[in-house]
Each structure stands twice: as C-alpha cells, then as structure tokens.
T-cell receptor, first 110, second 112 residues
Framework: LAKTTQPISMDSYEGQEVNITCSHN???????ITWYQQFPSQGPRFIIQ???TKVTNEVASLFIPADRKSSTLSLPRVSLSDTAVYYC???????????FGQGTTLQVKP | NAGVTQTPKFRILKIGQSMTLQCTQD?????MYWYRQDPGMGLKLIYY???????DKGEVPNGYNVSRSTTEDFPLRLELAAPSQTSVYFC???????????FGPGTRLLVL
C-alpha cells in the first residue's frame, strides 16, 4: 500500500496560488491519487482525483509527473475559506484500502 | 438520496459498555469504510468492506468489530469501551476505488 507524505502545515495569503505536494514513492500501476479537504467538525470532502498528467476542475488542479511518485494539488487564488486540512490518498486497487496520511494544514491569512 | 447516514450523532459511554455505531448508504456502493479521528489528528482506518459479506481490518482494528450483511449497512461494534476509544467516527462509501468517497456526518463518542 502506497504510503503518502505531505508537509504538516503551510501558510498563504488571500489571492495567492497554493501548491501542496504529496510524495507516494510506492504507488502501484493501477492506483489512483485523490485529494480531500476537511474543515473542523466535518467529514472530508472530495476535491480532485487523477491517474497521470494533469486534471483540472472548478476548484483545483492536480499535477502528476510521469513516474507518478508524487502529485501536486494546486489551489488558485485562495481565500480565507480555504483554510482547512488537505489530505492526499492513494487507493490500493488490490485490497480496496483507502488510508489517509497525516494531512497538510493550510492557513490562509488576510 | 440521503447519501451516507450515521447514528447516533453523539454518545457518552461508560468504560466497559458496548454499543453499535450505525452506517447506511443509499447509493448502492460496494466499498464502505470506518475511520476514527482523534482530536487534532488525521483519520485512521478501522475496518473496510469491498462488498456484502466481505470485511477486512484497517490500521487500528483492535477493540472493534464489523459486519456487512447487506450492501447498504456497515455497523461498527464496540464491545468493551475504553477511554482510548473517545473519538469522532466517520463512515464512508464509494462505488469503486477510483470514484469519489462520500463521508457521513460522523459520530462523536466520549468514553468516561
């Protein structure tokens, strides 16, 4: 099962672009990479998912290099409401397990 | 669609008591998961299921049991509650591993 490593915390200012990188050196061929956002006292919420190259939706972009050993979540022009914990997950296609890493606490300042 | 529902929302248990946390999803999802989240910490996988009749241990299964007799329901059983089990418990489900994982609102458990 691919273990993920992320920075514990990051600070940013409103209007800036934030990039959070996740390392998953042991990712298997069929594994997908998923990012979640969690606010205090709430369950995690899906942000974006990808397999390779680049994926973009209305809230974020996900960049995955060719070797897939890392991925970068990009949040354009963050606001105070983006202050949250962000988790990178790699699902184990063989077993069905989905294990969360320690997450990155993003603090957006005015 | 109600999505993923969990009951109860909050419970206080005495040490040694037992209880079952209920989780139901109405999306016909194959995969279901139980996580616990201690204050200020990340989520830890307790048990998971890839379909009715199939369950497996996660990272922290000790002190818990699960069953999956139907696609919709995935109850989590605590047999002998201990203070270390004070946590927020989240149930989640998805159709396939590469699909979005939907979370319930959580059950806050306090063991005294």
């Amino acid at each position: 099962l691919a273990k993920t490593t992320q920075p514990i915390s990051m600070d940013s200012y409103e209007g800036q672009e934030v990039n959070i990188t996740c390392s998953h050196n042991n990712i298997a061929t069929n594994d997908y990479i998923t990012w979640y956002q969690q606010f205090p006292s709430q369950g995690p919420r899906f942000i974006i998912q990808g397999y390779k190259t680049k994926v973009t939706n209305e809230v974020a972009s996900l960049f995955i290099p060719a070797d897939r050993k890392s991925s970068t979540l990009s949040l354009p022009r963050v606001s105070l409401s983006d202050t949250a914990v962000y988790y990178c997950l790699v699902g184990d296609q063989n077993t069905g397990k989905l294990i969360f890493g320690q997450g990155t606490t993003l603090q957006v300042k005015p | 669609n109600a999505g993923v529902t969990q009951t109860p929302k909050f419970r206080i248990l005495k040490i040694g008591q037992s209880m079952t946390l209920q989780c139901t999803q109405d999306m016909n999802h194959n995969y279901m998961y139980w996580y616990r989240q201690d204050p200020g910490m990340g989520l830890k996988l307790i048990y998971y299921s890839v379909g009715a009749g199939i369950t497996d241990k996660g990272e922290v299964p000790n002190g818990y049991n699960v069953s999956r007799s139907t696609t919709e329901d995935f109850p989590l059983r605590l047999e002998l509650a201990a203070p270390s089990q004070t946590s927020v418990y989240f149930c989640a489900s998805n159709w396939r591993l590469e699909e979005t994982q939907y979370f319930g609102p959580g059950t806050r458990l306090l063991v005294l």
